[in-house]
């Protein structure tokens, strides 16, 4: 067992979160205990992860996704009353990692990512570091490397041909990053992965010549939280269970 605020300050100083500007408060959003032998972890701190949580008798749950985001509604009532209830209920505090997580360059969603697409050199090439790229080991056409996201995510990605060329070159962002798009045709990278896909970028792909695929915000966004509750499990010698609530965006 380990205190809370201890858990807290290694995630804190390993995400660097002092450094980021995000559209919500990352750390600790939910304290409803001092002292934690379990963590749950989860991509979005949804009443059906919590009450995944509360059953298994999580003393923590982390996510990716946790609440308090700006523009939206500060009063605790309706969805957001009733979650934050039943984490009290059950006595879980909760931790919530959104840009951190996605940037770090070890337990990152996209360093995280990339180790699992097997691409070499995988490193970011944005300025705000939340675009990366890197080398296949080998060209692969749009529908091999559609079929090894899907067996590496367990998801189908919904793909978009932008011509006829074979992949060597794959830039990548979890997540809602379709925008990105544009910033991956001019790297000179042959295809695009990312969570989510709007209307305008099936007709970008195509006009840019690039391919695009939408592997699932849900889906892109597992790996990194997982790493960082693997590591807390080792560092303060915890118990650890990723839940997963299907989803299938």
């Known amino acids: 067992m380990a205190a809370l605020e201890e858990i807290i300050g290694h995630c804190d100083r390993r995400l660097n979160v002092a450094a980021v500007e995000d559209y919500c408060p990352n750390g600790l959003q939910v304290e409803a205990g001092s002292r934690v032998a379990r963590i749950a972890t989860g991509v979005t701190a949804s009443l059906a992860l919590i009450d995944e949580a509360a059953r298994w008798q999580a003393d923590l749950l982390l996510v990716h996704h946790g609440?308090?985001?700006?523009?939206?509604?500060?009063?605790?009532?309706?969805?957001?009353?009733?979650?934050?209830?039943?984490?009290?209920?059950?006595?879980?505090?909760?931790?919530?990692?959104?840009?951190?997580?996605?940037?770090?360059?070890?337990l990152g969603n996209n360093a995280r990512l990339g180790a699992l697409l097997e691409v070499a050199g995988a490193s970011p090439v944005s300025g705000d570091g939340l675009l990366w790229s890197g080398r296949l080991s080998a060209p692969l056409s749009l529908e091999a490397l559609g079929e090894r996201v899907e067996r590496l995510t367990g998801r189908a990605p919904l793909l978009v041909a932008g011509g006829d060329r074979s992949v060597d070159r794959l830039a990548w962002c979890s997540g809602a990053a379709q925008g990105m798009i544009e910033q991956a045709a001019a790297l000179g990278c042959q295809a695009f992965l990312s969570g989510e896909i709007s209307e305008p970028t099936w007709h970008l792909a195509r006009e840019l010549g690039i391919h695009y695929l939408a592997a699932g915000h849900h889906a892109t966004e597992r790996y990194g939280v997982q790493a960082l509750g693997e590591e807390l499990a080792r560092e303060f010698g915890l118990e650890h269970r990723f839940i997963d609530i299907p989803n299938p965006v």
């Open 67 to 106: 609440y308090f985001w700006k523009g939206e509604a500060q009063p605790l009532v309706g969805v957001k009353g009733r979650r934050i209830a039943a984490l009290y209920r059950h006595g879980i505090s909760l931790a919530a990692y959104h840009l951190p997580l996605d940037l770090h360059p070890e």
